[in-house]
């Protein structure tokens, strides 16, 4: 990996729905091996700014590249493997650990192998739960620690986690962050992360980006939190808008 090489680059990206004007000339990178915390306030255009990068909307205009190759170029389903998401809901399908944790690979044709399951499965610190355990019967935390196992099948080099966090107690939430460090940390992956904490992403992130209005208003080294340039910035730290 070369020093500061980009894992995702957008460059003059907009977006529009409804005639609303969601994402605004976004330019900026991802920076390979980092994890790069995303704040703003709601209805910033963070979640489509996800979705835009996951390949499941296409902007209007600009161009979106993927370890520097045209996010057009890839074909759907190689894509979602290289950039898997997580979400705050971490949806279940009715079942066991095990048919949740292989879905992935079943929905190609694909078995996912015991010794790889089990892998897994201690990665996210779950090897202690039945592999025929009903996923109705797990925590909030235990549920999102799955969703991410489950989303490491693909063995992704990038990995969007919208709002993992937000619904889980303080233990579990800890739990999750030391998760992710150690994801970013052993496997070397990329890590772009949604969260309304603004401790989260200091304490977490390399680099932050703050969107406002669908503009990306900010960004840098996450400790520039403490100290932002950006008027409006500074009033969303002191907690002004939300």
């Not at 520097?68 to 009715?94: F, H």
């Not at 079942?95 to 944790?101: P, T």
């Not at 099948?153 to 962050?177: A, G, K």
Request: hydrophobic residues 35%; charged residues 25%.
């Amino acid at each position: 990996m070369t020093v500061d090489a980009s894992a995702i680059t957008l460059e003059n990206v907009n977006y529009s729905t409804d005639d609303v004007h969601i994402l605004k000339n976004i330019t900026g990178k991802v920076i390979e091996g980092n994890i790069t915390t995303v704040v703003g306030p709601s209805g910033a255009g963070k979640t489509t700014l996800f979705r835009l990068c996951n390949g499941l909307q296409s902007p209007d205009s600009g161009n979106i590249t993927i370890q520097g190759k045209a996010i057009d170029n890839y074909e759907p389903v190689k894509l979602r493997r290289k950039v898997g998401i997580a979400l705050q809901s971490a949806t279940m399908i009715s079942g066991s650990v095990r048919e949740n944790l292989e879905l992935p690979l079943k929905l190609r044709g694909e078995t996912l192998s015991e010794e790889r399951a089990n892998e897994l499965l201690s990665l996210v610190g779950l090897n202690d739960i039945s592999m025929d355990k009903k996923t109705k019967d797990l925590s909030g935390g235990q549920q999102q620690k799955l969703s991410i196992a489950r989303t490491l099948v693909n063995q992704p080099d990038i990995l969007l986690l919208d709002e993992i966090t937000s619904s889980l107690d303080s233990v579990s939430r800890q739990d999750i962050e030391e998760l992710i460090r150690r994801i970013n940390r052993d496997y070397g992956t990329t890590i772009l992360w949604i969260t309304h904490s603004l401790q989260q992403a200091m304490e977490i992130g390399d680099d932050t980006w703050v969107m406002m209005d669908g503009e990306l208003a900010e960004s840098g080294k996450s400790s520039f939190l403490k100290k932002p340039q950006n008027e409006q910035v500074k009033q969303f730290v002191r907690g002004e808008i939300e």
